[in-house]
C-alpha cells in the first residue's frame, strides 16, 4: 500500500498519527549474528510481569472478562484448550487444583506442543522434579515430530517450546530458535513478504503474534524490523478484510472474516480473529494502527464469552488502553505490496463490501455474500467511494464519476505492464501490482471512456 494513497484517504488527524509513529532507523537492518538466547524467568511466555499485574488487577476489580472467565473455571465448564484454561487460571487466581490440573492434562492426554508449553511455563512450582522431567521430555519429542513443519502454527509451537524448555535443555531449543530466526524468518518469510507474496493467510495472524510476543517477551528480538512495510499495513488490512455483517451467536457477537464457509461462519477461526487482533494491540500499544484497532476491538457485545474464546480474551484485553475510532479508517484499502483491495460502503453493519485478495473477488451485499465471477461482470462495480472495474471488462469501459473517486482496475496479469488510454488524456503506462491492480485517477463531473491493453515491450 503506497503511503500516498493511503494518505489520500485518512482524514487528517489519523494520517498525521500515522506519520508520525515510525520504525526507527534501524528497522530494516539485519538481525543480529548473536546466539538466540532466553534469559527470563518463568513465567516467560506472554506473562511477562507488566502483564501479569494488569490481570491480577483485573480479578481484584472483578472485571467482566475476569467474571466471565472465572464462572467457567469454577463451573467446570469443558473447556476445549484445558492445559492453557487451566495453567492460566492458576497464575491468576492461585488456584493450585486448577494448576494441578493443568499438569495432569499435560502428563496424560495432552498431546497439543503449545498448550504442554504454556503447562510447562505457567506452572514450574507445581511441578515436581519427576513431573517436570516428563514434561520436557514429551515437549522435545514434540519438537522433533513437528521439525519439518513449517506452517505458521507448527513453528510458532516450536518456539513457544523452546522457550519453556532452555533453562533444562538449553541445546536443542537453541538450536530451534537459531533455526527459526535465521533459516525459517531470515531466510525464508521475511524476504517473501517485503517481495509482497502471501506467505502469512489472514488465518495465521493469531499464531503470528504468540510468536512475535514469545520471541520478543524471552530473546529481545522484534522478528518485526525485517519487513516493518508488512507489520505496519497488517493491523488496518486485517480490520478492513472483515464483512460487514455482524453473526448473532448464542455466547456473543462475532466479526466475520475471510473466507467464509457455504453454511456457516467457523467461530473458532472468528474467536481468533478477534484474539490475534487483540495482540496486536497489546504488542505495540503506541502505534496509531494500535489505537485505531483497539478502538474497534473495546465493544462489549464482541467480547468472547465462550469456552473456548473466553481465555484468550481475558489473556489479552487491554480495557484501559485508550482507541481511536475506527470510523477514522478509510473506506477503500489498496495494498500495492501484496495485491489486496477492500472497499466498503460505509462502517454501518448494512454496507456493501467488496474485497479482492489471493486471486479472487468477493462482494458482501444484503447479508449475503457473492463469490464475483469476473465474466459475468457487465461494467464497472460502484461502491461509495470507489469503482472497481473487474476482469474484462477492466481492458474497456465507460464511467461517469460525480465526484473524485479511486477507480480500480482488477483481475488484470500481475507486475505487467499495460497502456491506458483515457478520454482527452495522453496515453500513459502503468504497470500492475502483484495481485494485477491499477489504480486510475479519473477526472469527474463527466462521461469517460478507458482503454487498456499490454504494453509491447
Known amino acids: 500500500m ?43 511466555l506472554f506473562l511477562r510481569p507488566a502483564r501479569l499485574r494488569l490481570l491480577k488487577r483485573e480479578r481484584e476489580r472483578a472485571s467482566a472478562r475476569w467474571q466471565q472467565f472465572d464462572a ?19 497464575q491468576i487466581s492461585g488456584n493450585a487444583a486448577a494448576g494441578r490440573q493443568a499438569v495432569a492434562w499435560a502428563l496424560g492426554p495432552g498431546d497439543d506442543l503449545r498448550q504442554l508449553a504454556l503447562v510447562f511455563d505457567w506452572c514450574q512450582d507445581l511441578l515436581s522434579e519427576a513431573q517436570r522431567r516428563a514434561l520436557a521430555a514429551r515437549l522435545q519429542k514434540g519438537m522433533a515430530a513437528a521439525a519439518a513443519d513449517d506452517s505458521m502454527a507448527a513453528v510458532r509451537s516450536r518456539v513457544l517450546a523452546a522457550v519453556a524448555l532452555f533453562d533444562d535443555v538449553p541445546q536443542a531449543p537453541q538450536r530451534e530458535l537459531e533455526r527459526v530466526v535465521r533459516s525459517w524468518w531470515d531466510g525464508k518469510m521475511a524476504p ?47 480490520l478492513v478484510s472483515h464483512y460487514p455483517a455482524v453473526y448473532e451467536a ?85 495494498n500495492s505490496d501484496s495485491g489486496k483491495l477492500f472497499v466498503r460502503s460505509s462502517w454501518e453493519d448494512d454496507a456493501r463490501w467488496f474485497g479482492y485478495f489471493d486471486g ?36 474497456k469501459f465507460r464511467v461517469t464519476l460525480d465526484e473524485e473517486k479511486a477507480v480500480f482496475l482488477v483481475g488484470l496479469e500481475p ?34 471512456g478507458v482503454r487498456v491493453r499490454e504494453a509491447l515491450h
Open 192 to 238: 517473501a513478504l517485503q517481495n509482497g507474496r502471501g506467505v502469512v493467510a489472514r488465518d495465521d495472524a493469531y499464531p503470528l503474534f504468540e510468536l512475535l510476543h514469545a520471541m520478543r517477551d524471552s530473546t529481545t528480538l522484534d522478528l518485526r524490523e525485517r519487513c516493518p512495510r508488512f507489520f505496519k499495513d497488517f493491523p488496518i488490512e486485517h
Open 415 to 448: 507486475r505487467r505492464a499495460y497502456q491506458v488510454e483515457i478520454d482527452d488524456e495522453e496515453m500513459f503506462e502503468g504497470v500492475t501490482d502483484p495481485g494485477g491492480i491499477i489504480e486510475l485517477d479519473l477526472p469527474h463531473g463527466k462521461e469517460v
Open 72 to 90: 467457567l473455571m469454577a463451573g467446570n465448564a469443558p473447556m476445549p484448550e484445558p492445559g492453557f484454561a487451566q495453567a492460566l487460571y492458576y
Open 360 to 395: 479472487g473477488a468477493q462482494m458482501f451485499a444484503d447479508g449475503r455474500l457473492t463469490v464475483v465471477d469476473p465474466r459475468r461482470v457487465a461494467g464497472p462495480i460502484p461502491l461509495g467511494e470507489a469503482v472497481v472495474a473487474l476482469g474484462p471488462g477492466a481492458r
Open 250 to 334: 448464542p455466547e456473543n457477537q462475532y466479526r466475520i472474516g475471510p473466507p467464509l464457509k457455504p453454511d456457516q461462519p467457523d467461530l473458532r477461526l472468528a474467536a481468533l480473529s478477534r484474539a490475534a487482533e487483540l495482540a496486536m494491540v497489546a504488542y505495540d500499544v503506541n502505534a496509531a494502527e494500535s489505537q485505531v484497532l483497539q478502538g474497534w476491538l473495546m465493544h462489549d457485545q464482541f467480547m468472547l464469552r465462550g469456552t473456548f474464546g473466553a481465555p484468550y480474551e481475558f489473556l489479552w484485553a487491554n480495557p484501559y488502553q485508550p482507541g481511536l475510532s475506527y470510523y477514522l479508517v478509510p473506506l477503500v484499502y489498496h
Open 2 to 44: 503506497t503511503q500516498s494513497g493511503l494518505m489520500r484517504r485518512i482524514p487528517a488527524a489519523l494520517a498525521g498519527l500515522l506519520l508520525a509513529v515510525g520504525w526507527p532507523a534501524s528497522a530494516a537492518a539485519q538481525a543480529s549474528d548473536e546466539p538466540v538466547t532466553v534469559s527470563t524467568d518463568h513465567p516467560r
